[in-house]
């Protein structure tokens, strides 16, 4: 009696268990509806401001600023008279010598001072050269009597001399007066060369 009250137990259960899944079925449910994954097939105009990177513009580079060049001090030109130099005619000076010094010294390390004093002593030399040779050798005499025959007398005179050259020709340069000083020193240098290449010619046949 037991066994046939517990299978019918068991028929009615696997009934309300049958029944309840079919309440349940898949054709009862709420199915879940499927999408397809869908690429847009729009294409990107690329003409479009959309699709082009706009770029800035490169920075431009600094220029220097350049110095505004200073007015002429004789607007008329080159060669025409100035009314800043009293009248007198206007000439380029890239050598700087008609410029005032401060003092002698400053003068004297002028570049065309310099290259004139420069000159100067290798004539000096030249025509002592040349001479002394001629004294030495008994070939000739030295014709300025203020020289004399001797090596100290024609040394002692002709460095004097060529000292106080040099020195007029600072202070002219010093005051301005740069192409008097240039033109003394020119003037040595030619007189030297002519008594030293005279000196050359006689004692040198």
Known sequence: MRKTLAGLGVILFSLVTAHGQSNLSPDRL????????????????PSSPLSVHVLPDAPKPIQPVLPVPAATPCPAGVGKPC???????????????TEHDKSWADAMKSKGI????????????????????????????EGNPLMGQSRAQELSVGISVTALAYFFSGKAKEQGQGNIAFA???GGTAL??????????ICHN
């Open 83 to 97: 009314a800043l130099l009293g009248g007198r005619l206007y000439f380029r000076d890239p050598g700087h010598m």
């Open 184 to 186: 003394i020193l020119a």
């Open 30 to 45: 709420p199915l879940i509806e499927t999408q397809s994954a869908q690429i847009s097939s729009t294409l990107i105009d």
């Open 114 to 141: 310099l290259l004139g004093v420069t000159l100067n002593a290798a004539s000096f030399v030249f025509d002592y050269k040349t001479t002394r040779h001629c004294i030495d050798t008994h070939q000739g005499a």
């Open 192 to 201: 030297h060369l002519y008594e030293g290449s005279r000196a050359w010619a």
